[in-house]
């Protein structure tokens, strides 16, 4: 099961790019990335998902090397809505449901 | 499309009292999950359904814990016998996954959680 790592807590201001970055460097070939957001009192919400190189929505950019040992999760643009905790999860397509892990996660913070 | 909803939001109770929640997920979605969620900390995964079909609890979820899907529609989870470290959110999910695969790459709806608070 990959361990993954993000820094603890991150500040931005309106109107920055907003880069968070995550560490997992005994991912498994299968392994997917998947990233989720959370404001306080809601549950998360999914914001991206992908397995290399680049995928792009209209929300986040996800960025992953070539080793995959790392993926960074780009925000265009915050605004002070972007201020929550950001979960990067790494587990394969084929997998147990408890092997879900959603860590500790990156608090962010977007001032004015 | 309604999204996920949990009931109560919250629940005040006092230490071993019974509690139980509901979660109604998104129609059609066949897998639900139930997950932990402590201050400062990530969602703890609990159990987990595929249908009506409990697939998977977790080794940390002790025997006071139960779940139930009925009919694989809403799912409730009951606490007995409630202690103070059982004070926490709980938070239910939903995703429309298709047979035993593919869990890992689940986009799962969350709803808002129920907090929970054992005095």
């Known amino acids: 099961l990959a361990k993954t790592t993000q820094p603890i807590s991150m500040d931005s201001y309106e109107g920055q790019e907003v880069n968070i970055t995550c560490s997992h460097n005994?991912?498994?070939?299968?392994?997917?990335i998947t990233w989720y957001q959370q404001f306080p009192s809601q549950g998360p919400r999914f914001i991206i998902q992908?397995?290399?190189t680049k995928v792009t929505n209209e929300v986040a950019s996800l960025f992953i090397p070539a080793d995959r040992k790392s993926s960074t999760l780009s925000l265009p643009r915050v605004s002070l809505s972007d201020t929550a905790v950001y979960y990067c999860?790494?587990?394969?397509?084929?997998?147990?449901?408890?092997?879900?892990?959603f860590g500790s996660g990156t608090r962010l913070s977007i001032r004015p | 499309d309604t999204g996920v909803s949990q009931n109560p939001r919250h629940k005040i109770t006092k230490r071993g009292q019974n509690v139980t929640f509901r979660c109604d997920p998104i129609s059609e979605h066949n897998r639900l999950y139930w997950y932990r969620q402590t201050l400062g900390q990530g969602p703890e995964f609990l159990t987990y359904f595929q249908n009506e079909a409990q697939l998977e609890k977790s080794r940390l979820l002790s025997d006071r814990f139960s779940a139930e899907r009925p009919k694989g529609s809403f799912s409730t989870l009951e606490i007995q016998r409630t202690e103070q470290g059982d004070s926490a959110m709980y938070l239910c999910?939903?995703?429309?996954?298709?047979?035993?695969?593919?869990?890992?790459?689940?986009?799962?709806?969350f709803g808002p959680g129920t907090r929970l608070t054992v005095l």
């Open positions: 999910a939903s995703s429309s996954g298709l047979g035993l695969a593919l869990v890992g790459t689940d986009t799962q709806y």
């Open positions: 999860l790494v587990g394969p397509s084929y997998s147990s449901a408890s092997k879900i892990i």
């Open positions: 005994n991912i498994a070939t299968n392994d997917y």
């Open positions: 992908g397995y290399k």
